[in-house]
């Protein structure tokens, strides 16, 4: 049966300056996460590990980026259901959004290995997990490692599975939360029993796809006009943060596989809080906050060019010690958010608003497409 379209609402059509927030709120707690390891390794003490401990539960800023990414299409494809060729529009959208930076990123990856080899610590390739590398399926390097050629872009292959399992349910007209819950729930089942011997490209197959459908159903219940009161939302978020940073899953299987709980509960509940106070967020300035959201995907994705290049620097300093860690820290994480506005504001949205105004010009007719589908990244992170 074809889904029903839920009212649009004025929140929906001007888009959600609290889920902007969240989502820069999200990147730069990755950046803390790598760029407290950066300090501590090159920085800190012999053997010691000063901000690595603290910092280390900033790697759940990807169990927020999920659910900001359930929602946002959800939310951003209201007033494209039922039009021809949705499907088809839904995912174009998607890649406009998602690759150009990211094979950006990676075509400079995949030169600075070849060229300048002795300046990665990772630097084994072979063909064919190059291709994976740009095709978003994971793939296990020469070393044996199963990560993308740019690793944070782990969760890129996870997006990328998400946005094709969506787009099937527009193709085929069903319900997107009911169809969506069944079919992740099943991939989270499976994820369970998984091994290290399971082919790298199954790594899809894992519980963490559960918090793109926490964020879905968030967006059916802001349409269907429910929120949770301003001063319980608060209370939520502050306990979402404390339960975030009192975490701590390090390495420990047992605990990766119940990530989506540890750390994508927090993530839910401080998605919730967000657009639960929407409208006390929207009467604010909230201008640097907004700008590092939707630089978000551009700051995720050149974290790991930015912070060398500030270790480097650093180095020449010689600065050792707690406060050479902590001046590491501060400057990593300003020049990783400095950068990724940068690349933002030069090259991403250039690029993303010369492919759209492209999809735009041969779409007939070109669908409405609402809310937030522009300013959305991943994880996208």
Avoid at 26 to 55: K, N, Q, S, W
Avoid at 282 to 298: C, F, T, V
Avoid at 325 to 334: E, G, M, N, R
């Amino acid at each position: 049966m074809p889904q029903q379209v839920p009212p649009e609402t004025s929140a929906h059509r001007k888009g959600y300056i609290g889920v902007q927030v969240l989502r820069g709120l999200a990147a730069m707690l990755v950046v803390l996460f790598h760029a407290a390891i950066l300090a501590d390794e090159r920085f800190g003490t012999r053997g010691g590990h000063i901000f690595g401990p603290f910092f280390r539960a900033g790697a759940g800023g990807v169990d927020i980026f999920f659910p900001i990414s359930g929602f946002v299409m959800v939310i951003s494809t209201v007033g494209l259901l039922g039009e021809p060729r949705a499907w088809r529009t839904f995912l174009e959208r998607r890649l406009i959004r998602i690759v150009p930076l990211y094979w950006i990123a990676t075509t400079l990856k995949l030169l600075i290995v070849l060229l300048v080899p002795a300046v990665v610590l990772h630097s084994a390739i072979s063909p064919g997990y190059v291709v994976s590398s740009y095709f978003f399926i994971f793939a296990a390097n020469p070393t044996g490692e199963v990560e993308p050629l740019v690793p944070v872009a782990w969760t890129l292959i996870f997006e990328m599975f998400f946005y094709v399992c969506f787009a099937l349910t527009i193709l085929f007209r069903v319900s997107q939360m009911r169809t969506l819950a069944i079919v992740m729930g099943l991939v989270a089942i499976a994820g369970f029993f998984s091994t290290p011997q399971w082919p790298a490209a199954l790594r899809v197959i894992d519980p963490i796809v559960l918090e793109f459908v926490a964020g879905m159903l968030i967006a059916r219940w802001t349409l269907a006009g429910r929120k949770l009161p301003p001063v319980t939302a608060g209370a939520l978020a502050a306990l979402a943060l404390l339960a975030l940073f009192a975490t701590d899953l390090g390495r420990d299987p047992g605990l990766q596989r119940i990530r989506f709980l540890l750390w994508g509960l927090p993530g839910f509940a401080l998605l919730a809080a967000a657009v639960s106070l929407e409208p006390w967020i929207a009467a604010r300035n909230w201008r640097l906050p907004r700008l590092i959201g939707d630089a978000s995907y551009a700051i995720y994705i050149s974290q790991g060019f930015t912070l060398p290049v500030v270790a480097i620097a650093l180095g020449w300093i010689g600065l050792r010690g707690p406060l050479g860690a902590a001046v590491a820290l501060i400057t990593a994480s300003a020049a990783c958010a400095a950068v990724g506005v940068m690349i933002y504001r030069g090259i991403e949205r250039p690029i993303t608003r010369a492919l759209g105004r492209f999809a735009k010009a041969r779409a007939k007719p070109a669908p409405r497409y609402a809310g937030l589908a522009a300013p959305d990244a991943a994880g996208v992170p």
